[in-house]
């Protein structure tokens, strides 16, 4: 099973609203990842968990919020978001192994527009 | 610094002809990886394949081929008899250890190239 699934599909909010993103996996990959991608341009990082614990923060404003609760859920907290921050959220997990890099699985998405 | 370049924004082509999009990559260095990922309409990326530096041959399946050469930093992908359920855009990605903060790459991609296959 190579799954990755994201919840919802589509998500309209208001800059005043709390919303999350929902991703899960059971590939018993230790790494996951958050994405966001602007029309016609590739994926951008944001967030990176490894074994739970978040590696990476790519200067993410703090309006965006991730947790990871499990090794296969991954969360990402929304609030007082902008119109710019309208995109595709892509959720994606991967093997994790010291001096390997592994191929990534990603989920669907979820569209977000900020109104 | 790592880059990855696709210098073809959009190809179209017929049904049935082969097409290469190009990937040229920058990076100090010596051991890293190379990948393609598909992203149909529907938005969801399909990892395609992941090749380290260590292996230049060319691999092919079904359709699919790729040339990977050290030589002129290019990791080439061709398909064969193009179907109109090739048209997506396609991101080849580099990852590599000098950017490791943790044992986790950050893999860079580059800017894609969107292929429209006409039937």
């Known amino acids: 099973d190579t799954e990755v699934t994201q919840t919802p599909k589509h998500l309209v909010m208001g800059m005043t609203n709390k919303k999350s993103l929902k991703c899960e996996q059971h590939m018993g990959h230790r790494a996951m990842y958050w994405y966001k991608q602007k029309a016609k341009k590739p994926p951008e990082l944001m967030f990176v968990?490894?074994?739970?614990?978040?590696?990476i923060n790519e200067s993410v404003p703090s309006r965006f919020s991730p947790e990871c609760p499990n090794s296969s859920l991954l969360n990402l907290h929304l609030h007082a978001l902008q119109p710019e921050d309208s995109a595709l959220y892509l959720c994606a997990s991967s093997q994790e192994e010291t001096g390997y890099s592994y191929e990534q699985y990603f989920g669907p998405g979820t569209r977000l527009t900020v109104t | 610094a790592q880059k990855v370049t696709q210098a073809q924004t959009e190809i179209s082509v017929v049904e049935k002809e082969d097409v290469t999009l190009d990937c040229v990559y920058e990076t100090r260095d010596t051991t890293y990886y190379l990948f393609w990922y598909k992203q149909p309409p529907s938005g969801e990326l399909v990892f395609l394949i992941r090749r380290n530096s260590f292996d230049e041959q060319n691999e092919i399946s079904g359709r699919y081929s790729w040339n990977f050469q050290k030589s002129t930093s290019s990791f080439n992908f061709t398909i064969t008899a193009s179907q109109v359920v090739d048209s997506a855009v396609y991101f080849c990605a580099l990852s590599g250890f000098l950017l490791r903060k943790t044992s986790y790459d950050k893999v860079i991609f580059g800017p894609g190239t969107s292929l429209s296959v006409i039937p």
């Open positions: 968990y490894s074994y739970e614990k978040l590696s």
